[in-house]
């Protein structure tokens, strides 16, 4: 049984057909990665699986739960992280105070205090910051507390949606490799990327999203030697 499953999705917005009979699983363990270009349907995806967007018709299933119709909230109760696209850190709140709201739903102290520690643990830099007003830190630093606030609740799958974005090169190498070890201590992973190298580079499978439709999926490394995604996503 997949940890995650979405069956035959369709999401509007509006009179837009935005996801059209989309199906993809993940399975536990693994990182997944959804890749396409702009406006394919990559974030309209995941904000459908935790229900910031309605799925009208369709079905999600975690853990082999029907989880369609429950509330945002709820899902991320459950053990579903989404960290967004464009960080969406509270500027004004600190360090400390952003990774207090990842933990909205823990009322004991200590736990709060444990999930900050694990936090500073994979990222050292955030524990130099732990006063320091979100808004006033830079991209690379903004996007480690935001995932870091995404690991508060201990959940039971990660959601990151394009990580990299506006990133140096050498930030996005320490966001993936952070990524990694993650996995390898046992989180799953659905990843949505742009970066289709980078993002291929760290998953075990992969889904290809045009117009709302899943034109393609494999293995990563396939993927990463397909000539129809290299010519889309990897020139």
């Given at each position: 049984m997949a940890l995650l499953e979405l069956k035959n999705i369709h999401t509007y917005y509006g009179g837009i057909h935005a996801l059209k009979g989309?199906?993809?699983?993940?399975?536990?363990?693994?990182?997944?990665?959804?890749i396409g270009s702009n406006g394919a349907g990559k974030s309209t995806t995941l904000k459908t699986i935790c229900a910031q967007t309605k799925a009208k018709e369709g079905?999600?299933?975690?853990?082999?739960?029907?989880i369609t119709t429950m509330r945002t909230?709820?899902?991320?109760l459950a053990g579903i992280a989404h960290?967004?696209?464009?960080r969406r850190i509270f500027p004004k709140l600190t360090v400390r105070e952003n990774l207090e709201m990842g933990a909205f739903?823990?009322?004991?102290?200590?736990v709060i205090d444990e999930g900050i520690e694990r936090a500073f643990h994979y990222f050292p830099r955030l524990k130099e910051r732990i006063a320091q007003k979100g808004g006033t830190m830079s991209g690379g630093e903004q996007q480690m507390l935001a995932i870091a606030r995404g690991?508060?609740?201990?959940?039971?799958?990660?959601?990151?949606?394009?990580?990299?974005?506006g990133l140096a090169p050498i930030l996005v190498e320490?966001?993936?490799?952070?990524?990694?070890?993650l996995n390898r201590e046992g989180m799953t992973i659905l990843l949505v990327e742009?970066?289709?190298?980078?993002?291929?580079s760290v998953a075990h499978r992969g889904y290809v999203i045009q117009t709302g439709e899943i034109i393609l999926k494999d293995s990563a490394e396939r993927l990463l030697t397909n000539p129809q995604v290299r010519e889309a996503y990897l020139a």
């Amino acid at each position: 049984m997949a940890l995650l499953e979405l069956k035959n999705i369709h999401t509007y917005y509006g009179g837009i057909h935005a996801l059209k009979g989309l199906s993809i699983h993940v399975d536990q363990g693994e990182i997944v990665t959804l890749i396409g270009s702009n406006g394919a349907g990559k974030s309209t995806t995941l904000k459908t699986i935790c229900a910031q967007t309605k799925a009208k018709e369709g079905k999600v299933y975690f853990e082999g739960k029907d989880i369609t119709t429950m509330r945002t909230h709820d899902i991320a109760l459950a053990g579903i992280a989404h960290v967004p696209e464009g960080r969406r850190i509270f500027p004004k709140l600190t360090v400390r105070e952003n990774l207090e709201m990842g933990a909205f739903s823990v009322t004991d102290k200590a736990v709060i205090d444990e999930g900050i520690e694990r936090a500073f643990h994979y990222f050292p830099r955030l524990k130099e910051r732990i006063a320091q007003k979100g808004g006033t830190m830079s991209g690379g630093e903004q996007q480690m507390l935001a995932i870091a606030r995404g690991l508060m609740m201990k959940p039971k799958i990660l959601m990151l949606d394009e990580p990299s974005m506006g990133l140096a090169p050498i930030l996005v190498e320490q966001i993936f490799d952070i990524v990694t070890e993650l996995n390898r201590e046992g989180m799953t992973i659905l990843l949505v990327e742009q970066n289709a190298n980078q993002a291929l580079s760290v998953a075990h499978r992969g889904y290809v999203i045009q117009t709302g439709e899943i034109i393609l999926k494999d293995s990563a490394e396939r993927l990463l030697t397909n000539p129809q995604v290299r010519e889309a996503y990897l020139a």
